[in-house]
């Protein structure tokens, strides 16, 4: 049985500071990788770029980290990562869940701005992990984009309406 955790937006704080190092670190050796720390923050400074991260309250390192660019009316999944030894206990799923809750509460930062309609995000053709848990959330394949990535895999591109 896994502790709730609690999911919280990133907020520059040396404590946050601190969590982002250390999960970035580790993110680094996933296939392909990610952005290292320094491009994380230097995206943070657009405000469309919301990080959010989830950790438990016995512990002090985050558990998962999402990023995310938060547009007019839809929002791309930039990345979503677990620590790996916290793999297959529904903390991919419950940072997506409470992503989405997000997503339906919070207009953007534009005056006037709706909650987002949308839900985008591109994953590695290869990633059968990543690709089983959106497909679990209803998200729908819109297509594949050929050698999307640095390194000559295809991208697999999904959508999901963000109140299913
Ligand atoms: C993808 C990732 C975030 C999933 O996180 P997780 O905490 O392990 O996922 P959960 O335990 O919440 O599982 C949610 C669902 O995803 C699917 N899933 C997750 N891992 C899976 C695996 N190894 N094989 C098959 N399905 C898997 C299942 O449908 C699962 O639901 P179920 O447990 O009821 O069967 C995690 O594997 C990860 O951090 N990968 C590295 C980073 C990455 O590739 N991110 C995506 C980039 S686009």
């Known amino acids: 049985m896994v502790e709730s955790s609690t999911f919280e ?7 946050h500071v601190a969590g982002l190092r250390e999960i970035s670190a ?5 296939p392909g990788g990610f952005w290292t720390f320094d491009q994380v923050i230097g995206a943070l400074q657009r405000p469309a770029v919301k990080l959010f991260f989830t950790s438990a309250p016995s512990e002090n390192r985050w558990q998962a980290a999402v990023l ?10 930039l990345y979503i990562y677990v620590r790996p030894e916290l ?3 529904g903390i991919g799923r419950n940072a997506m869940e409470n992503l989405f809750t997000w997503l339906s509460n919070n207009p953007g930062d534009q005056p006037g701005s709706a909650p987002k309609e949308e839900l985008l995000l591109e994953v590695r053709l290869s990633n059968k992990p990543a690709i089983a848990m959106y497909e679990s959330f209803g998200m729908s394949r819109v297509c594949v984009r050929k050698r999307y990535y640095a390194d000559g895999e295809d991208g697999l591109v999904f959508k ?5």
Do not use: F, M, N
């Open 68 to 77: 995310a660019d938060v547009g007019p009316y839809s929002a791309d999944l």
């Open 160 to 164: 999901r309406k963000v109140k299913a």
């Open 87 to 89: 793999r297959r206990t």
């Open 9 to 15: 937006i990133y907020r520059k704080t040396p404590e």
């Open 26 to 30: 580790l993110w680094r050796h996933e």
